[in-house]
Structures are given as structure tokens and as C-alpha cells.
């Protein structure tokens, strides 16, 4: 159908308007020696592309570590510690089987000790709930739905927040005036959120959730809610009950960093909010498909196992 002559002079008008304001921001950023920043048609960030996560930087900070700002010598110590944790290879660690990454997470040029930056103390203020979860989660045989969605190869990496892996941590995005589209290498996990829509019905709970976007002035922010009650409990260090609500947010401060910093407000598992972040940097580094089976061809050997065992205690045959 044709636009009528007055409506589309008055598009063409908002769109010089906003091509003027985009260039004025942009001169005014160079005038003041800030890195320029690509963006959209609409005026907005353009974060399309290929961005790293390959860091070491744990979830909370080491108890040898006080800082969550290193200096460099600082930085390389932790480093070398974490990297010869990995070299032992602790079945019980696994952010650290067989990592990538080689350096710890920089963000606007600063190495990080923990992702965690609130509580100041970078960790995790579980109550005893989140505890008994985190135990279950890692340890519990009683049944599939009790092992890591990650080892039964269903995903849970790229859903809200973004969790740092020991590798394969690429992400791609595809970005349109309704919709950013966020890609993650690691198990193939894809997330296409609505900008600008509100939530779903609580009773409607995907796997990873249910995400909306909108932008608050050049960041972009998600809110995650109704997660799946099975699937809600998917992280490597944090675990999420199905009340949990995550705000992620993205920030991008030069055309090849993206801070990413986001908000776990779950009373269920946490005593309080937490807050953490940490920077991809972009990449011409390509993703490949992800196979995962070994976790589901293993499973039934690991609950076999279990049983057995439990059968041993018992003193049964």
C-alpha cells in the first residue's frame, strides 16, 4: 500500500532528525576524545557481531583474593593459580576443564578478580535454600532432572545471565528495531527477545525463561521471568529458582567492548540481590556448530552407579 505524500515526507523528516542527532553525538564524542560507537539505522548502539567471553574470571572471587580490581602482576598470579588448578584437572571444578581463555576478564581495561561486583565481597549471598540447591544440583543422582542441564547437553549457558564456560564461549548478535537475537556457540543455545512487548503469562515458562528488551538510553536492558520450574536451576556456580527475575544489561562502551552486567533478584535462593559483570570483546573468531551427546549417552551409567552404590550401603545385592 502507498503512503500518502504527507506521511511519507514525515518519515523522511524523523529520519533526517534522527541521522542529525546520531552525527551531532558522534562529533561530540570525538571533540572529547571518546570512542565513537556504530550504530543502527534507529539511532541506537549497533552491537551486531561476534563477541569473545573467553576469560578465567570465576563467578566469586578466590579466597586469597581481597580486590576486585588487579593490578597486572596481581592479575598474572591469580592467572597462573587458576590455569594450575585446571592442569589437575578437578572433576569438581567444572568452569575449569580444559579452558581457552588464558587471561582473566578486562573491563574498561581492568582485570577482574570475580564477576561478582556486589556484594562488595564478590560472592554469592546464598541462604541456606540456595545451599541446599547448589549441592543438590552438582551432586544429586537421584534422577536426571537433579544433574546440570549443561552435562544432560539441554543448554543453559546462553539463557539469562550469560555464563561464563571453559570454552566454545562465543556469541553472535543479530540486532532489528523489534527484536535482538543472541546466539551462543556452547550448546547451541538461541535467544530471540521481543523489544519494546511486555511479558508473557506467568504461566507461560520457557526453558530459559521468558525475556523482554528495552533501551534505556544507549543500553540495552532484558528482563528474564517464569523460568521453567525443572530448568530454572541450569548455572555452573549460581543456581536460580523458578522465581528468580534477571536484569541484564548492555553497555557498549568502544566498537569492540561490550559490557555486559547483570542483576539476580531471587529471595527464594539469595539473601539479597547480587550483581555482576564482566566484558565481551569482539571478534573475527567464527562459530561452528555445537554437537553435545557424551552427558545423555553417560547418564544412564552415572544413575546406574548411583544405585548400586546405594544398593552396597545397604548391604543389599
Known amino acids: 500500500m502507498r503512503l500518502p505524500k504527507f506521511t511519507r515526507a514525515a518519515a523522511c523528516g524523523l529520519s533526517a532528525i534522527v541521522l542529525a542527532a546520531v552525527a551531532a553525538s558522534s562529533a561530540a564524542a570525538q571533540s572529547a576524545g571518546q570512542p565513537v560507537i556504530p550504530r543502527s539505522a534507529d539511532g541506537h548502539p549497533d552491537l551486531q557481531g561476534i563477541w569473545s567471553s573467553q576469560w578465567l574470571t570465576p563467578v566469586e572471587r578466590p579466597a586469597s583474593v581481597k580486590a576486585l580490581v588487579l593490578d597486572e602482576a596481581q592479575a598474572r598470579k591469580l592467572t597462573s593459580e587458576i590455569l594450575t588448578r585446571a592442569d589437575e584437572g578437578n572433576p569438581l571444578d567444572p568452569e575449569l576443564s580444559n579452558p581457552d581463555a588464558k587471561s582473566l576478564a578486562i573491563v574498561r581495561g581492568q582485570y577482574r578478580s570475580s564477576q561478582i561486583i556486589d556484594p562488595p565481597d564478590g560472592k554469592l549471598p546464598l541462604n541456606d535454600a540456595g545451599r541446599a540447591a547448589m549441592r543438590g544440583y552438582i551432586g544429586g543422582l537421584d534422577g536426571p532432572e537433579q544433574r546440570m542441564t549443561t552435562e544432560r547437553c539441554i543448554g543453559g549457558v546462553g539463557w539469562a545471565p550469560l555464563q561464563i564456560r571453559s570454552a566454545n564461549m562465543l556469541h553472535r548478535i543479530v540486532q532489528t528495531p523489534n527484536y535482538v537475537v543472541l546466539h551462543t556457540e556452547a550448546y547451541d543455545d538461541l535467544r530471540i527477545i521481543p523489544v519494546g512487548v511486555p511479558h508473557m503469562p506467568r504461566a507461560v515458562s520457557p526453558p530459559g525463561g521468558d525475556s523482554t528488551a528495552r533501551w534505556d538510553?544507549?543500553?540495552?536492558?532484558?528482563?528474564?521471568?517464569?523460568?521453567?520450574?525443572?530448568?530454572?536451576?541450569?548455572?555452573?556456580?549460581?543456581?536460580?529458582?523458578?522465581?528468580?527475575?534477571?536484569?541484564?544489561?548492555?553497555?557498549?562502551?568502544?566498537?569492540?567492548?561490550?559490557?555486559?552486567?547483570?542483576?539476580?533478584?531471587?529471595?527464594?535462593?539469595?539473601?539479597?540481590?547480587?550483581?555482576?559483570?564482566?566484558?565481551?570483546?569482539?571478534?573475527?573468531?567464527?562459530?561452528?556448530?555445537?554437537?553435545?551427546?557424551?552427558?545423555?549417552?553417560?547418564?544412564?551409567?552415572?544413575?546406574?552407579?548411583?544405585?548400586?552404590?546405594?544398593?552396597?550401603?545397604?548391604?543389599?545385592?
Open 217 to 317: 538510553g544507549d543500553v540495552l536492558e532484558v528482563e528474564t521471568r517464569n523460568f521453567a520450574p525443572d530448568l530454572s536451576t541450569h548455572g555452573i556456580v549460581t543456581v536460580l529458582s523458578p522465581k528468580a527475575v534477571i536484569v541484564e544489561r548492555f553497555e557498549l562502551v568502544s566498537p569492540d567492548e561490550l559490557i555486559y552486567r547483570y542483576t539476580v533478584n531471587d529471595p527464594e535462593y539469595y539473601s539479597s540481590p547480587w550483581t555482576a559483570e564482566y566484558s565481551l570483546a569482539r571478534t573475527r573468531d567464527q562459530m561452528y556448530e555445537y554437537a553435545c551427546h557424551e552427558g545423555n549417552y553417560s547418564l544412564r551409567g552415572m544413575l546406574w552407579g548411583a544405585r548400586r552404590q546405594q544398593r552396597e550401603a545397604g548391604g543389599g545385592k
